[in-house]
């Protein structure tokens, strides 16, 4: 029997959900999956690791790999460039990883578009309280951004329709979340009819 | 956020493959799930237990209830009768419990007619081969039903393109194919477009 075809697996919800957190616990299940790393122009967070968190290019490095069509995706939110860079899913898939995709929503439609046959999974707060709490208490935002995010957030959240999996991110249960994400990829590999993400890059 | 509606869940495969095996890990996990116990007119092997493996009736009472309609679907399978109790299912789904149905490839046929929502999971061996050797050796069998069960598990096996997922039953890895089966579950409690069995009782 041949093994399943690698999943291209997008994993998107409303800013503040807590994306990145249940990113770095799947990291930690140290399973044979790509991590996508994205470019992006905005400068690192305090913590964050160049080309392990995101790939972070000065402006004129990421439009010219823009211009050269080098990214499976790319979206200006809140002033600064993110992308995926095309490279990245292409060397993963050709060694038969299934590749994990961060994005945001808005991320996840380009991407949807170009490969309806990923995998979209969308994280959720317990409530819409519970993320307004956890936007408002980011201290590297201004009150005004994170009125922004807020309102976007909401958007974002009625986006949920569009995906085939919703994980809720309880507060203090990422470990659920992880659980349920990882529970998805193991039994998308056992469908009878494998999804077969078409190459387009 | 409602909790997704309760599934029903039919665990098929050839015979030989496992899947009482599987049944009993699943059962060590303790999750909220119903198995369904089936009826039937067969002897109990040893060991089996009655009300736990089976529920062992008589043929005169089986036929009484079959009479009834009192289940959600029987079959005769080398002479004995083997029958799902309607009762247990939708007492199952009223207290919002997932169900477990384990049944042979004929059954699940007749609950696909019943509800096709139900979510299908059909355990194969890594091998023909390997159904071979395990049919071969069990020693309660005569090898003439031996033989037959092998035929019958050929054509079985190639109703595999009728489920939803595939499960792996590797010669001394069934927990990895217990592990696949409750990713499964796990995974289609998160799915946004929930399956919603109708009441078909």
Chains 1, 2 share one sequence.
């Not at 044979?32 to 122009?41: D, E, G, I, L, M």
């Not at 080098?70 to 002033?79: D, I, P, R």
């Not at 993110?82 to 991320?107: C, M, N, T, W």
Request: with cysteine; glycine share 4%; proline share 6%.
């Amino acid at each position: 029997m041949a093994p399943a075809p690698p999943l291209l697996v997008v994993i998107s919800g409303p800013s503040g959900v807590g994306k990145d957190a249940a990113i770095a616990e799947l990291k930690k299940l140290a399973l044979p999956w790509h991590f996508a790393v994205t470019a992006t122009t905005r400068p690192p967070r305090p913590g964050e690791q160049d080309g392990v968190d995101y790939r972070f290019l000065d402006a004129d490095t990421f439009h010219k790999m823009r211009e050269r069509d080098q990214f499976l995706e790319c979206a200006e939110v809140y002033g600064r460039w993110y992308g995926v860079p095309r490279s990245q899913v292409r060397e993963a898939f050709q060694a038969g990883k299934d590749v994990i995709l961060k994005i945001d929503v808005q991320g996840a439609e380009t991407v949807r578009q170009l490969a309806p046959e990923a995998l979209f999974i969308f994280i959720v707060p317990a409530s819409f309280a519970e993320l307004a709490h956890r936007l408002g208490r980011r201290d590297t935002e201004t009150p005004e951004e994170a009125d922004m995010r807020l309102q976007v957030a909401r958007e974002e959240l009625s986006q949920v329709s569009r995906y085939d999996y919703r994980v809720v991110n309880r507060e203090d249960c990422l470990q659920q979340a992880v659980e349920e994400i990882e529970a998805i990829i193991v039994a998308e590999k056992c469908r009878v009819v494998p999804r077969v993400v078409q190459l387009f890059y």
